[in-house]
């Protein structure tokens, strides 16, 4: 139990300006390491003084280094965006359900981001690039507009990959951009995937992820085969204090990671 609800200390190793208001931050421990976290799981970072939230690993390399992606949109992650080097923060965890994307057959892997859900994906897509996974991997990613979209870096080694093909959507264009204009929606349908042999994961608002889903089951997925990262409001992520029910799940229990099956109904009721 003292796991579960003890923070370790981790230092801020590097900060990196993803856009105007979302940073990775790159932990290394000060005390004993947590366990390696999985693709799809999360953390719960304190920023001393102001509190503790849920946020998904972006990243790290299974040496005791976590990377995390974060938003400013509130007092306590509008601390952690701000974290400079050497600031100390809290971490526990891992939690919650993961992508489970490592696995061995040759099933097509298609990920649809939208925003900052990209950032649990990432880990999950260079999981599935490295695993050398035998059929087609395919990412695409929506932002708001050019200047949202994150790691750029990675996008750009994506694209440049023959393993992986890669479609970029913003909502709203800048002078100069020269790539999709319109929903994430739009590149399913040009996409080329085979539905009755595919596994999806998408994240993002969920608002976005209704949309998304419809689109993959009209493309011949079944429900199952079409998991969804769920965020509600995680106060303890062990299951203890019930803030984050949704229906018979608790959300930093039974999830975040839930296939479409499971959450089809609940996610019909907005988070208040």
């Known amino acids: 139990m003292t796991a579960a609800t003890t923070p370790h200390r981790y230092r801020v190793q590097a900060r990196e300006v993803e856009t105007a208001d979302t940073a990775t931050l790159t932990l290394v421990p000060l005390d004993q390491a947590v366990d390696t976290p999985r693709p799809g799981q999360f953390m719960m970072l304190t920023a001393f003084g102001f509190g503790e939230v849920p946020i998904s690993v972006s990243g790290g390399d299974g040496d005791g280094t976590l ?71 395919v990412v695409l990613v929506g932002a708001r507009t050019p200047d949202d979209l994150l790691f750029s870096r990675d996008l750009g080694t994506w694209e440049r ?26 590149l399913i349908k040009r996409a080329t995937f085979d539905g009755a042999r595919t596994t999806a994961f998408v994240c993002g608002p969920e608002v976005m992820m209704r949309v998304v889903a419809r689109a993959l ?30 229906g018979p799940l608790l959300t930093c229990r039974d999830g975040p ?16």
């Open 257 to 272: 990671v839930v296939g479409l099956d499971e959450a089809a109904l609940l996610m019909a009721t907005k988070e208040l």
């Open 67 to 137: 990377v995390h992606t974060v938003r400013a949109v509130g007092p306590v992650t509008r601390a952690l965006h701000a974290a400079t080097p050497d600031t100390i923060v809290g971490v526990r965890g891992p939690y919650g359900t993961d992508w489970d994307v490592e696995r061995p057959d040759a099933r097509d892997l298609v990920f649809v981001a939208g925003g900052i859900g990209l950032a649990p994906l990432r880990p999950a897509i260079w999981a599935a690039i490295r695993s050398k996974h035998r059929g087609r991997i």
């Open 161 to 186: 990959r023959p393993d992986v093909a890669l479609g970029v959507t913003v909502d709203q264009a800048r002078s100069g951009w020269r790539g999709n204009v319109g929903l994430v929606t739009s």
């Open 217 to 246: 089951i009209d493309h011949g997925l079944s429900e199952s085969d079409v998991r969804l990262s769920l965020e509600r409001n995680m106060r303890c992520g062990a299951g203890l204090c019930g803030h984050c029910q949704l």
